[in-house]
């Protein structure tokens, strides 16, 4: 059964690669062209200001066909090219045109259908010489499955862009999120006020198994904005998770047998991440300070002992306060820390905790990181963006940069069908209302 | 980067940035009457508010009328059982880490019970039981109430500890030096949430700059924005006991008033607001020489409420000046009951009132009358109450207004009560806070108040 299960999906692979070969060789010579264009002048910051199609592309369509011609050009090494986009309807897109004062050269792409063909007509503008300096049109057959596939969550057209897997409207009281796959089945936990709700992903729904409740007892700090850590990490078998709140001096974990959740054990800090340094194992935490919205200054790092989770001796690390932190690892050493301090500054910490020069950008207050990507919330004045950078790059080169309708709440690291991405979730207000949505972005293919 | 360049990333941080996530610190000053201690106390305006940072009530009513808690999780009335549900939030502590429990609820509710208030009275007369279930309660009554939950709001209505240094407001006292401030932190276990601001400095003394003060309304201070409170505040002069001359009853009066005339009150011609009132009262006013030709030669004890301490040491002077042998007795709301079970004869009695504008002018005199008639059974106060149970009956407003006249009428000249003074309130703030407003009662809410 499982080898006809690795037969048909190899088979919807090919079906997929062979037919997307119109759409993917349109989008690559348009990037290529602009890429080309713009290779060795490393001065000219360039932008695409007017995108409109008179095909028969759907509004996603054109999205997702913008997507996959920036980027390779995002991942460019030169930061030269700028992504303006903020939505696309109408059958064209939508771009912040206050920024244009940054961008020297502006790039203009339209669409056409040519007989079965879908054309792109490609002009590039000097701003600064007030003239054209560049025109290209290419066409390419396209089939209409081709078009079909655009539409479909993973399309498996470009190796590079992250897309979107989940948008889910989830209950206000939303903490923190989680998911993990235990013999093929895709569970999610969502950290609520007072319990954690198993969930599990199907292809087009998410089901409720189970709610447990989680009894935080005193000393309780009360806070007006509610906030909490959910960390789950897989050991020996078992999947054990640990929750901390700016409301509890302790957090609690627990370990998860049969949809139920088992209170085994607690800490008198919020668990993070579990990591190795120096050929030992850590669990490495923070505490809130209570009862506000960001963390106390401290890192706890305690030995880990599989056995006896309180048996461990803990180290203290002193850091400035904060409002978000993420470890980066390799093969679960830890290398460095990235911090959000109070001001939105991006502070990072080598292995030993020490300062290292970051970054002079502001961001949002979230961030989260997977593999080695580091995924941020980007403030603007209506709707936030989310940006990812690749670790070890300048922190201002995204390699990927996306508006999110509303505002990004939280980001977490996590592993939806094996494959890493990032829990996002996000508040809309519509008319007065506020509703939360929650999101999975990763990339199509690792 | 170029100067400018940094000047705009500065400038969109400060707008957008530091916009998305509230940002916690600073402090605010308070400039109030200093209080005589932390027990309970809503006599005056100075103390509703001041007593509001460090006692939390059961209730809070927005400006529609609706009503929410920050104790209770879970509140609702059973008509058919005519009883009221409440569940504490879990977890909720006192100051001190304690846990509130459905004993404190009750207790607290005894305590209010018999507080001088039309409102307590209201709802003590009608509660038939009152059960506790950890951090549950039941209070039953006999008859249905109206709008229960609004009577539940009312200012004196706060959650009490039975151990004096536990709050359960949004502030703990940290730091007191008499008669010049008191420092205010936050509460770590409110169970409506740690405030945004580190500390509340409350100041005694005019000589600080507050960034919240209280004044005449219309005082036009450029540095600070006026709220309209819509509270104003009358000292009335009582007769617990009834049994006063005239002619020492005036004088007191006129002594009384000669003395607040230094200060910065107005002369009020009704029991409530003038505006409002339909009937003129006007006492003649004894001449100095006339007064101290009166009072010369008696000896007695004026008890004050303590609300009014801050004039004691003038109104000393201003009684020996006149070769007086009046002493004054400071006592609380909560000793003037055990002042007379205990058999004190209680002849004089100044006390303060606080009025909302917004509530209805009969409801004024029904707090007047059952808060400061202290429920004297004679002909008198009978007559009193029954032409107060007539004007529910009243649709007609000029009849409610006779009816209102008359019974202003017996209060004045049957020897129960005389107003003296009044003092209206704006409050104003500086301009660099965000969420500052007043709650239907015109106290500033501490809770959301942050630092723009």
Known sequence: ?????????????????????????????????????????????????????????SDLELQRFYHMIITPIERSENEQFRDLSTGFNNGKGNFDLNRINEINHFISIKLINNMGKLGAGIIIYNRNVNRIVSVKYYEEPIKKREVEL???????????????????????????????????????????????????????????LKSNEVEWGRPHFPSIQNEGNLFLFEENDDIFLIVGSNFSRYSYIFNLKDNELKRIAKFDFSVADVFIINGVRYIA?????????????????????????????TYI?????????????????????????????????????????????????????????IAISSYTENNDRLKMMKIG????TPIFNKEIKGKIRLIEKGIVEGKHGFWIIVEKSNKGFKNLKLQFWRKNID | MTNVKRLLIVIVAIFFVFAIKVRYGGQISILLNEPVDFNYSTTNYSDTIFYSLIHENFFYMKKDGAVFSNIFSKFSYDKNKNQVFLEIKKNSSFSNG???????????????????????????????????????????????????????????????????????????PDEWERKKYLKLIPNIYYPGGHTYLDRVNVTFDNKSSPDIFLADPGSGFASHIEFKA????????????????????????????????????????????????????????????????????????????????????????FIKRNYLRISLVFIKNTQLREFTESGTLIKFYLTEKLFSSKTPHVDKIKKIIFELTFSRFSEKYLQIVNELDELKYLKNTELLMDRISTVIDILINKEFILPLKQKQFSIYCKDKFQNFYLDYYGRPVFRKIRMK
Do not use: W
Not at chain 1, 355 to 369: L, V
């Open chain 1, 393 to 396: 790059n300048d922190i201002n």
């Open chain 2, 98 to 172: 304690s846990p509130i429990t459905g004993k404190n609820i009750h207790y607290s509710l005894k305590v209010f019970f018999n507080r001088e208030n039309s409102v307590a009275k209201k709802i003590s007369r009608s509660v038939n039981k009152i059960e506790t279930k950890n951090n549950r309660v039941f209070i039953t009554f006999n008859y249905e109430l109206d709008n229960i939950f609004q009577l539940l709001s009312s200012p004196e209505l706060a959650i009490l500890s039975m151990n004096e240094n536990a709050f359960s407001g949004m502030l703990i």
């Open chain 2, 230 to 317: 819509g509270i104003y505040q009358n000292i009335f002069l009582t007769f617990p006991i009834g049994d006063t001359g005239k002619n020492t009853r005036i004088a007191l009066y006129s002594f009384l008033k000669v003395f607040f005339g230094k200060y910065e009150f107005e002369d009020i011609n009704s029991l409530t607001s003038d505006k409002e009132s339909p009937v003129s009262i006007k006492v003649t006013q004894f001449s100095m020489r006339k007064i101290r030709s009166i009072l010369r030669n008696s000896q007695f004890k004026l008890y004050i409420n303590s609300s009014l301490k801050k004039y004691e040491e003038e109104l000393n002077n």
């Open chain 1, 1 to 57: 059964m499982k080898k006809l299960n690795i037969s048909i999906f190899f088979f919807f692979i090919t079906i997929l690669l062979v037919s997307s070969q119109g759409i993917k060789s349109l989008s690559e010579k348009i990037s290529g062209n602009i890429e080309n264009f713009f290779s060795g002048k490393n001065q000219i910051k360039y932008s695409i200001i007017r995108f409109e199609s008179s095909s028969n592309l």
């Open chain 1, 285 to 313: 935490g923070f505490n809130f300070s209570f009862g506000k919205n960001f963390y106390k200054g401290k890192l706890f790092l305690k030995q880990f002992n599989s056995v006896n989770f309180n048996a461990g001796e």
């Open chain 1, 317 to 373: 690390k002193n850091l400035p306060d904060f409002y978000s932190a993420a470890f980066y690892k390799d093969r679960g050493e830890f290398r460095s820390l990235y911090l959000i301090d109070l001001n939105y500054n991006m502070r990072i910490f080598s292995d030993t905790i020490n300062e290292t020069p970051g970054s002079d950008s502001k961001f949002g207050y979230t961030h989260a990181i997977s593999e080695d990507v």
């Open chain 1, 150 to 208: 655009l539409r479909i969550k993973d399309p498996g057209l470009s190796s590079r862009e992250y897309s979107k897997l989940y948008d889910i409207r989830v209950s206000h009281n939303l903490l923190n999120v989680a998911s993990c796959n235990i013999k093929g089945t895709e569970y999610v936990f969502f950290l609520l006020n007072d319990r954690i709700d198993v969930y599990t992903l199907t292809e087009n729904s998410i089901l409720k």
